[in-house]
């Protein structure tokens, strides 16, 4: 079995405010290979915050402390913000949530593809252009000259997301992560742009962090999913068991969603246990 | 508050009767017809659904309905009696809506017990204080929630304020717009089953707007399918459940909505 | 789930109503948002200093009689042109007058002046703008076009011309002032209608069957406050400027009023020689707008609507 690619343990991030520290993500730990792995939770679980926390890219008030934060070897925790930059958009990239705000309003799509590649990657002009132009076509975008030179305020939001794809993609990075990726898109379009994420992910060999507040759609879509509450790992647990999960929070999520499949009456509200906010995690499932 | 009426919903008068509704944005070149030809009818103590992705014409179809776009063609019949284009205050006091984003629809500046102080006012009801208190029970608040600010509650909390001023007038129809897709999961349930409390406890006609399926069919009998400004088809939650759909649209809405499957 | 204040202890009295989580009277709702607004002020103390120059300005104009020391229009020719002493703390003017009294009871012109102007403009121009920018159609072509006219004088000179109408004095110069503060007030009313107008808390009002100046008075006007607040408040010295501008050119408070302005003026002759005559009113004045100005900064980070 190979070496997992991000190993996290015991990650914490905490935030000091004028009277008192909040203590955003709790000491979790986790590891993902070359698979699919989707955190999902509500908001404040700190589920985002962890996602950012890998690159780095938190707030100036927010203090990071692990006892192994490491990425292929390399030590995240203790690499400079100079190591950090060959990292990001390179070795790992970021998905964000709604291309309206993730892409330059100002640029040409096509000028934020080259960019993105040109940063990692000594070539001309001509070839980044070359390459940006196969990433569209690769992201199955039909007409890559002309979408090329639009504008993003010209494009949809499904083609949006897709652009946005290509140029994380691009420099092929070993891990991705993506935050909210389909949130934004009507559910005919999230499929479109799932399939191709997917595809590229398998393709290419990388990983994937999926982070998500919609339980389903990670159960469907990755391999192995991390439950967050409260800044904490409830459940860690292979994608298709997500059904019988057995930690009570888990359950209770599962529980307050209404079901295409069954028709009930009043869904089960889930109460917030106060045990969950210390009480024990669970862990099921080998990694592929 | 009325007794629940026990007639079979097929037998129950019409509350809502849209015909060929059609609403164009724009003029000459640029005109968007969001809104093309709608027709359907919705019964009292009915809750009738209409779905489809953004952009499809539905929230525009809600807004011309509540009142707040008076440009519209077509007609709209409110208990068989066409309504005027710019309503009044007796349609309003029968028809309310509920809107998508719980951080918006409330005033930031005014105090629960204002926001429902005004309708009570502007409608000459009599006792507010009184319903006030009876209304912020009935959504699971409690007067103690009266001289709360917006910016202090969550937003399931919000969103039941925003329910309670939609109904302390007493209307009959509620137009809800989305009610539940700004909240975190685990609100969406409190406010889906308060929804359906309500309708209970009150006898009200629903027409909700969404783009979840599970969400629409846990509170509707029948869904309209919405897209590129027309209805393709209507169905009812049953169908939907089962998969029962002609367009092949709406049966590709139907599966993406089911779960994620690799496009073949 | 919103962040919730956090509870003062156990405190008695004014802190624990004011920690209370649930408030039971809307008088203690609205004074524990005060409350709040005013913790976030003192975290910033430049708005503070502020604060307290106007706060003691404020005072000083109260107490003008009890502070000052001696009649303001008391002539003395043998005592002209006397530098600051123990007799006379900022010295006499050309006339012999106490230069220190004159400006204790010149702070309740400069006072007077400002808040009456902004008590003028600031209403005039946010019902204008509400109003503009909620009905829209003809009603905003109109009045917009007004605010145009106005605006396209500078501020000075439209009010030299009010004043050159109406006459000099003190109340033509407030009016004349007023005239030129309002129409930026109506602008920036009117920007923030044109967006609070789509949003919708106003549709569900509207949706209650409220009548447009309902909906105007009662709900659009309270989100314009803020902003017009600050920027009457950030006006302020710019106002100030312009009452002593027009004192300055004799236009405002006439001889023998204590008008800081005015005694700007009068020292000219003597900045030379005896240039405290001059500087200071001078520095009293740039004091006061300075004041106005960093009060100004700290309250537009407070007022934001958004943290209500």
Redesign the interface.
């Known amino acids: 079995m190979d070496r997992p690619l991000l190993e996290v343990e015991d990650l914490s991030v905490s935030f000091r405010g004028a009277h008192r520290t909040v203590q955003a993500v709790r000491g979790i730990s986790f590891s993902v290979g070359r698979e699919k792995v989707g955190i999902v939770g509500e908001s404040g679980s700190g589920k985002s915050l962890t996602g950012r926390t890998i690159l780095k890219l938190t707030p100036k008030a927010a203090t990071i402390s692990a006892r192994k934060l490491s990425f292929d070897g390399i030590d995240l925790l203790a690499a400079s913000e100079r190591q950090m930059r060959t990292i990001r958009g390179n070795r790992i990239s970021m998905i964000l949530q709604d291309p309206k705000f993730s892409l330059n309003p100002l640029m040409r799509v096509g000028e934020q593809i080259t960019e993105a590649y040109r940063l990692h990657h000594k070539v001309g002009g001509k070839e980044a252009e070359a390459r940006a132009l196969a990433m569209l076509e690769a992201v199955k975008i039909r007409d890559p000259a002309r979408v090329f030179r639009l504008y993003p305020h010209e494009v949809s939001g499904g083609m949006g997301q897709r652009i946005m794809i290509a140029m994380m993609l691009i420099p092929e990075p070993d891990l991705i992560i993506a935050d909210e990726p389909t949130s934004a898109l009507d559910v005919t379009i999230r499929r479109q742009v799932l399939s191709i994420l997917d595809e590229l992910v398998t393709r290419r060999g990388a990983g994937l962090i999926f982070i998500s507040h919609d339980l389903n759609l990670v159960a469907d879509f990755c391999d192995r999913v991390l439950v967050m509450y409260a800044g904490r790992i409830m459940e860690d647990i292979p994608a298709r068991e997500l059904r019988n999960a057995r930690h009570p929070y888990t359950r209770a999520l599962l529980d307050s969603l209404p079901r295409l499949d069954r028709q009930t009456d009043m869904l089960q509200v889930p109460s917030r246990d106060p045990a969950w906010l210390d009480g024990p995690t669970l862990q099921s499932g080998s990694r592929a | 508050m009325s007794v629940v009426d026990p007639t079979p919903a097929a037998n129950r008068p019409a509350a809502l009767t849209v015909s060929h509704l059609s609403v164009v944005f724009g003029r000459g070149a640029s005109a968007l017809k969001a809104v093309d030809d709608v027709s359907f009818m919705l019964r009292h103590g009915e809750a009738f659904g209409l779905i489809g992705e953004s952009g499809c014409g539905k929230s525009t179809v809600l807004r011309a309905l509540a009142g707040l776009n008076s440009e519209y063609g077509g007609s709209i019949a409110f208990h068989d009696r066409e309504v005027p284009h710019k309503r009044d205050k007796a349609f309003f006091r029968r028809v309310q809506m509920v809107f998508q984003d719980p951080y918006a629809s409330l005033h930031p500046r005014k105090m629960v017990q204002n926001v429902l102080a005004e309708p009570l006012k502007i409608h000459g009801f009599d006792r507010p204080q009184e319903r006030i208190d009876e209304i912020l029970t009935a959504v699971g608040l409690g007067p103690s929630f009266r001289y709360r600010f917006p910016h202090e509650l969550s937003g399931g909390q919000r969103q039941r304020v925003a329910i309670a001023r939609a109904l302390i007038i007493e209307p009959e129809l509620l137009l809800l717009d989305e009610p539940t897709s700004a909240l975190d999961v685990s609100v969406q349930a409190e406010i889906l089953n308060l929804l359906k409390q309500l309708r209970r406890d009150r006898d009200l006609t629903y027409l909700m707007v969404s783009h979840d399926l599970a969400v629409v069919t846990h509170l509707c009998e029948r869904v309209a399918m919405m897209s590129e400004g027309r209805i393709l088809e209507e169905m009812s939650a049953a169908d939907v459940r089962a998969g029962r759909a002609h367009e092949p649209y709406t049966r590709e809405f139907l599966e993406a909505s089911v779960g994620y499957r690799p496009i073949a | ?2 962040p919730q ?2 509870d003062q202890a156990s405190g008695q009295g004014l802190r624990a109503w004011l920690a209370a989580p ?5 008088f ?2 609205r004074m524990q ?1 005060l409350s709040l607004k005013w913790w976030r002020l003192r975290a910033n103390p430049a708005a503070l200093f502020g604060l307290a120059i106007i706060v003691l300005i404020g005072l000083t104009a109260l107490f003008a009689p009890l502070i000052a020391t001696h009649d303001i229009y008391a002539q003395d020719l043998t005592l002209r042109l006397q530098r600051p002493s123990a007799a006379h703390w900022f010295g006499t003017d050309e006339l012999g007058r106490d230069i220190f009294s004159r400006l204790v009871f010149g702070a309740r012109i400069t006072l007077y002046i400002a808040l009456l102007t902004a008590v003028i403009a600031a209403p005039l121009g946010l019902i204008v703008g509400t109003t503009s920018g909620y009905l829209g159609g003809w009603v905003d072509i109109v009045l917009m076009r007004v605010v145009d006219i106005f605006l396209a004088f500078p501020s000075l000179v439209l009010a030299l011309a009010f004043v050159a109408a109406l006459g000099p004095g003190i109340d033509h110069a407030i009016i004349a002032i007023a005239l030129a503060a309002w129409p930026p007030i109506a602008r920036l009313a009117r920007a923030e209608t044109l967006s609070i107008r789509k ?3 106003i ?8 009548s447009p100046l ?1 909906i105007i008075l ?2 659009v006007v ?2 314009c406050i803020p902003s017009v607040v600050v920027r009457i408040t950030l006006n302020m010295a710019s106002i100030i400027l312009t009452a002593a501008g027009l004192g300055f050119l004799g236009l405002g408070a006439q001889p023998p009023s204590p008008e800081w302005g005015g005694m700007l003026a009068s020292g000219r002759e003597f900045i030379l020689t005896n240039g405290w005559i001059a500087a200071i009113p001078g520095l009293a004045i740039l004091i006061t707008s300075l004041a106005f100005n960093l009060f100004g900064d700290g309250l537009r980070d407070i007022l934001d ?4």
């Open positions: 789930m919103a204040p956090i649930v408030p039971s009277s809307p203690q709702a948002q949003s919708d808390y549709a569900a009002v509207r949706l209650q069957g409220a309902r009662g709900h309270p989100m609507p958004r943290h209500g």
